[in-house]
């Protein structure tokens, strides 16, 4: 089997294209319901880049599968839920971490962490959303438990054209919401407005911290993909009783500027989204929300198709935040 193995020599992390025989595929502990999943498509996320460069600490274990998702179908399963050429997408548990992940042509994996593919989404589809857009729709989620309506102020969500931020303006607009999307790009906005956003705010105009604890109600709610003085920020605006669910760092895990006010004054809640140890009740509802509520239209307007061949380049991309939409690898 084909996969892409990184390796530490020294300090030095190199990622390759190898052939490997099968037997290398993690093989569990004793009593564990292990399946073998053929792998059709994975993703290129965030994490992958982390992962692929050596960069982050997230992987400790050399050689190594990057990968945190993947589709595919069950080649051999001990797991009585499934049987050989059954349809199955996996995220979370840390794999392509802590476990070798989907940038190989198999993975094997316990059968707790796989949940069948969603009736209505092809293996394509299911990756063009991926942990991204799974991480997306339980964002939409919790702020729909925590009140959220449509007809309100418009939800704020920040780092738009990335992946997060992508697949949550299409859902949050297909359910009947106005959307605010935030992007440093104005190239962008095109992209954004097709994928339903209402209006288009510059990054500059939330970027820095705020300078008061409160600032005018403006959005009901937002998904914050971002971090740091943009979360600090957005919470500064958000409605009595609103919601932030928070679902990345890549603005750094310090809230420069935030105070307890908008807590104590406005009733603000702060969602923290965790898509690796999500129960599978959740998983399983949040792919058939997913399913239903994502226009497909606008999920294929976001892939960007590549080659396992193609990962190590688009690794160093995503990074560098050079990758806009959902990429989608064909194993």
Known sequence: MRALIVEKQDDAV????????????????????????KISHTTVNYKDGLCVTGTGGLVRNFPHVPGIDFAGTVETSDDPRYKPG?????????????????????????????????????????????????????????????????????????????????????????????????????????????????????????????????????????????????????????????????????????MDGATVVPFLLRGINLLGIDSVMQPRENRLEAWTRVARDLPMEKLEAMIVPATLDDVPELAEDILKGKVRGRVVVEV
């Open 14 to 37: 190199s990622a390759t294209i190898q052939t490997i025989d099968e037997s290398r595929l993690p093989a569990g502990e004793p009593g564990d319901q292990m399946v073998t999943v």
């Open 86 to 254: 059954d349809a199955v997408v996996l995220t979370g548990w840390r794999v392509g971490e802590a476990w070798w992940g989907g940038y190989a042509e198999k993975a094997r994996v316990k059968g707790d962490w796989l949940v069948p593919l969603p009736d209505g989404l092809t293996a394509r589809q299911a990756m063009a959303v991926g942990t991204a857009g799974f991480t997306a729709m339980l964002a939409v989620m919790a702020l729909e438990r925590h009140g959220l309506k449509t007809g309100g102020r418009p939800v704020l969500v920040t780092g738009a054209s990335g992946g997060v931020g992508s697949v949550a303006v299409a859902i949050l607009s297909r359910l009947g919401h106005d959307v605010a999307a935030v992007t440093g790009r104005p190239e962008q906005a095109d992209y954004l407005s097709d994928l339903g956003a209402t209006s288009i705010v510059p990054r500059a105009d939330l970027a820095e911290a705020p300078s008061r604890p409160l600032g005018r109600e403006t959005y009901a709610g937002c998904i914050d993909a971002v971090g740091g003085a943009m979360l600090s920020h957005a919470l500064t605006l958000l409605e009595y009783g609103g919601s932030a669910a928070a679902v990345g760092l890549a603005g750094g895990a310090k």
